[in-house]
């Protein structure tokens, strides 16, 4: 079998060419499945019976906390394959991760901040799942925090890094204890939505939702992902000509 | 140099001991032993830096009484949680003296040159924090309950409690402490980066002090405590001994 595929992913040029390369196809599939998952969701999907229209922000909110672990999961695993190869691209992947995964985290604390408000009566509810995308958010602002105050670019790559595999052994432990102290000390009370399997015209515009904030993810990631490039190797010779032709 | 004075990094402290004679190879445990001694004996040379994280944890407990009210029944409804926060952010405090000297004078150099595994020695350095501070912290802690209304029965309880949360706190605070290693003015960072991987010990050591404070049994959050000290001591010297390593280069 042919490895030089594999192996041309660890080169900046090359990775960089194909970003430009890619970055338009996941751009336009997601917003055109943002535009039919939100079509779905905002008009063809039933109003709740017990939420009516208050429901429809889930189409935003749950594809948001999904994104919030799956990037932190894609930047552990790219801090560790920098960290154990030594590939220059992997850390610069990391580093791309962390303010998209900060920013999806963001959003779904503010819109379930929002959805508790008129559901829950409000804006905040020391809910388990709550709490540990909060937790989430921090983890995100510490591993920026460090990286940001690391002068030399390799160093921070790697102690971040580290921090990273660090996290993500960590995110189960914080969830599962988040959760138990929750139910130790707060009578379940909040209403709890999903229970009952959801009806298909609901669960498809979700769907739709979830696969087109992972292209979007991928989309942003890739112009992260140039910019990181550019930034780290701006001594090198290939970016004259990638950026001329 | 022999051999013995690059582990310690001190020949003046093992001269008596050792002699001049060949270099012998030391073994890890006498590497880790000489380590610890070193620490301890550096530390107490040093008492007003010692006492410095047990005189913040009593201020830091009395400043809740004075915040919340006088009344022992309402002060004993939030005193694991005064207990837990005081003891976390005080061992977060003694962090930053856990490898700042060594990294200055180049002691750390000299260990990740020793040819012993360097994960070895920084368990042998959490440990010593623990000594210096979890376990004050933890005979400390009894007073602190006594005067926030908890009953006399409760100090065994508080005392395991307590020794048992703190090393699993002192070693998730090495692998941050190793990480900020060379930055200025690191300790804002070291709390964001140690506080929300120390949830779990916090949630549980709270947990288990509310019950032994009631006079429940408090065995079930106890031994979570012990299991995630037990994670930390098989894993958390890993992570310091890569970040004091990214820190050297």
């Known amino acids: 079998m042919n490895w030089t595929w594999f192996h041309r992913l660890a080169s900046p040029p090359y990775i960089f060419a194909l970003a430009r390369r890619l970055t338009p196809w996941f751009g336009w599939t997601s917003g055109l499945l943002i535009a039919a998952g939100l079509y779905g969701g905002l008009v063809l999907a039933p109003p709740d019976y017990q939420q009516g229209d208050g429901f429809r922000i889930i189409y935003v909110h749950a594809p948001s906390a999904w994104m919030s672990l799956m990037v932190y999961t894609t930047m552990a695993v790219a801090a560790a394959i920098g960290l154990i190869w030594r590939i220059k691209v992997a850390h610069a992947v990391a580093a791309s991760c962390a303010p998209i995964g900060a920013s999806f985290t963001f959003a779904a604390l503010a819109t379930g901040s929002l959805w508790g408000a008129p559901m829950w009566g409000t804006w905040w509810e020391w809910d388990p799942r709550l709490t540990s995308e909060l937790i989430l958010l921090f983890l995100y602002l510490g591993y920026m925090g460090l990286r940001g105050s690391i002068e030399d670019t390799q160093r921070a790559d790697r102690a971040s890094a580290v921090l990273a595999v660090v996290g993500i052994v960590n995110v189960p432990i914080i969830h599962y204890s988040v959760t138990w102290w929750n139910s130790l000390h707060q009578a379940p009370s909040v209403m709890r939505l999903g229970k009952p399997a959801m009806p298909v015209a609901m669960l498809v515009p979700l769907l739709i939702m979830l696969l087109a904030f992972t292209l979007f993810f991928v989309a942003v990631l890739l112009v992260r992902l140039r910019g990181e490039i550019l930034s780290r190797e701006r001594a090198a010779s290939w970016i004259g000509e990638a950026l001329g032709s | ?249």
Not at chain 2, 47 to 59: E, H, K, N
Request: charged residues 10%.
């Open chain 2, 1 to 249: 140099m022999t051999n013995v004075t690059a582990v310690t990094g001190e020949p003046a402290a093992l001269a008596g001991e050792e002699g001049r004679g060949p270099p012998a190879p030391a073994s890890m445990l006498d590497a880790a032993r000489l380590v610890l001694l070193r620490d301890l004996k550096l530390a107490f040379r040093r008492r007003g830096q010692l006492v410095q994280p047990l005189a913040f944890f009593a201020m830091v407990t009395t400043l809740f009484p004075l915040a919340v009210s006088p009344e022992l029944s309402r002060l004993r409804e939030v005193a694991p949680g005064v207990l837990w926060v005081a003891a976390l952010l005080a061992s977060l405090l003694a962090l930053e003296f856990l490898f700042r000297d060594d990294a200055h004078d180049g002691t750390l150099e000299q260990y990740s040159l020793s040819g012993q595994p360097l994960t070895w020695l920084m368990l042998a350095k959490t440990v010593t924090h623990w000594l210096l501070t979890g376990a004050p912290l933890a005979l400390m802690a009894p007073l602190a309950a006594l005067s926030l209304g908890a009953p006399g029965a409760s100090v065994p309880g508080i005392v395991i409690c307590v020794a048992v949360g703190t090393v699993a706190l002192s070693l998730i605070g090495s692998i941050g402490a190793a990480l900020t290693l060379g930055i200025r003015r690191s300790g804002v960072l070291l709390a964001l980066l140690t506080l929300p991987l120390s949830l779990p010990v916090l949630i549980f050591g709270a947990r288990a002090t509310e019950l032994a404070i009631r006079g429940s049994a408090y065995g079930a959050p106890l031994e979570l405590l012990a299991a995630m000290a037990i994670l930390g001591i098989t894993l958390a010297p890993l992570a310091a001994a890569a970040g004091v390593r990214i820190s050297l280069e």
